[in-house]
């Protein structure tokens, strides 16, 4: 596909339970980003991956999030026992990242609702 | 800590009026600007980047970036109902630097 893409679109669980969302990048975009946005707010970043780097973990909000990238494609990022607050939109964006040039491109998001 | 701030509003901007946009940041190493529009229920969507101090111009758009004030504006000439939406600011450095996104300033073109 010509954008980035994200599965499912819509998530409802229940608290407690596990959830995997998923990100298929832009081909050939080397960096992806998770981002989280509640309703009305801005966007959380969570998790960077960029080429064969260690990951940029430091926004992940607590060890119940995990994100892994296998190389330069898919991710998935995991959120288990989930909380009612996880409720929101889970954003992924891709982007190039040649050097000063790395215009992200974002996919139509995953909204996650925890009852 | 990296910072970009942006006034939240919401700026109310008659029809076909000048909007303009202000953001500013902290690292002054950063060499990438960016804004975002997000409209509600939706994903930002990239509209302009610029990389250079002056102005950058596409269409009723202009980008202006001044490195010295770490100040980067966006301007929307002829301002339209459909310019109604959130408008991201972001930064980044170099290539291996992460994006920054400011907190979006609503913007609301009054018909």
């Known amino acids: 596909g010509a954008g980035v893409s994200q599965s499912p679109s819509n998530k409802v669980t229940e608290k407690g339970k596990d959830v995997e969302l998923r990100c298929d990048p832009i081909?050939?975009?080397?960096?992806l980003y998770w981002y989280r946005q509640r309703l009305g707010q801005g966007l959380e970043f969570l998790i960077y991956?960029?080429?064969?780097?260690?990951?940029?973990k430091s926004g992940l909000p607590s060890d119940r999030f995990s994100a892994e990238r296998t190389g330069e494609s898919v991710s998935t990022l995991t959120i288990q026992r989930t909380q009612q607050e996880d409720s929101a939109v889970y954003l992924c964006a891709s982007s190039l990242e040649v050097i000063s040039y790395n215009e992200q491109f974002f996919g139509p998001g995953t909204r996650l609702t925890v009852l | 800590q990296k910072e970009v701030e942006q006034n939240s509003g919401p700026l109310s901007v008659p029809e076909g009026a000048i909007a303009s946009l202000n953001c500013t940041y902290s690292d002054r190493v950063s060499q990438s600007f960016f804004w975002y529009r997000q409209y509600s229920g939706k994903s930002p969507e990239l509209i302009m980047s610029i990389y250079s101090n002056g102005d950058k111009e596409d269409g009723r758009f202009t980008a202006q970036l001044n490195k010295a004030s770490q100040y980067v504006s966006l301007l929307i000439r002829d301002s339209q109902p459909s310019d109604s939406a959130t408008y991201l600011c972001a930064v980044s450095g170099n290539r291996d630097d992460k994006i920054i996104f400011g907190k979006g300033t609503r913007l609301h073109i009054l018909p």
């Open positions: 081909s050939g975009h080397t960096a």
């Open positions: 991956f960029q080429g064969n780097s260690a990951p940029d």
